[in-house]
């Protein structure tokens, strides 16, 4: 399978804990993005990278969450001292190129549960 | 005002209809429109993209108004297999990172 990968795909987790996930998306492709959904609502953007590069952050993101790309491959999205509203899908995407036309192909998402 | 809106449905049809979506963006820069199809518990995949021009895909047929900043999906002769969320999408342009802004989502229900 050649799509975005996602792992894992479903993670339950304590109040306060924190919860790593992570992202590999289609070979060579340059940009990597980031989005969370909730129940009834559409994709909301949190981060993307263009390569190893963090170009652009949401303010959805706190600064409990992190996001990294050490080698413009895979990327991991950690969720520090979890809240249960952080309950959430996330998603991940990536595209070719730099174009803002460029397919976004998204992976099969990580549903986090904050007990 | 949210940037991207659509009416969350559902919408219930049978086999055969003709069904129309419609949405609307606050930003009149905006420079790409998507219709992204969602599977229940699935990931979004995209539909097509939409052209000023209008463009068709088979039974799907997407327009953009842009002095009304609306856009629109229609689907013909609906398939049991078009059940779905329908996602409008789009790129503002005042941003060049290629991030989507992702509508509510409308609820199609095709039924027999």
């Known amino acids: 399978d050649t799509g975005v990968s996602q792992n894992p795909r479903h993670k339950i987790t304590k109040r306060g804990q924190n919860v790593t996930f992570r992202c590999d998306p289609i070979s060579e492709h340059n940009r990597l993005y980031w989005y969370r959904q909730t129940l009834g609502q559409g994709p909301e953007f949190l981060t993307y990278f263009q390569n190893e590069a963090q170009l652009e952050k949401s303010r959805l993101l706190s600064d409990r969450f992190s996001a990294e790309r050490p080698k413009g491959s895979f990327s991991t999205l950690e969720i520090q001292r979890t809240e249960q509203g952080d309950s959430a899908m996330y998603l991940c995407a990536s595209s070719l190129g730099v174009q803002s036309t460029d397919t976004q192909y998204f992976g099969p998402g990580t549903r986090l549960t904050v007990l | 005002r949210k940037e991207v809106e659509q009416d969350p449905g559902p919408f219930n049809v049978p086999e055969g209809a003709t069904v129309a979506f419609n949405c609307t963006y606050s930003?009149?820069?905006?420079?790409?429109f998507f219709w992204y199809r969602q599977d229940c518990r699935k990931e979004p995949k995209l539909l097509m993209s939409v052209y000023s021009s209008g463009n068709e895909d088979g039974r799907f047929t997407a327009q953009l108004n842009r002095a009304s900043q609306y856009i629109s999906l229609l689907i013909r002769d609906s398939k049991l297999s078009d059940s779905a969320t329908y996602l409008c999408?789009?790129?503002?342009?005042?941003?060049?990172?290629?991030?989507?802004?992702f509508g509510q989502g409308t609820t199609l229900q095709v039924k027999p």
């Open positions: 999408v789009v790129n503002p342009s005042w941003s060049n990172t290629g991030k989507l802004i």
């Open positions: 930003n009149s820069a905006s420079q790409s």
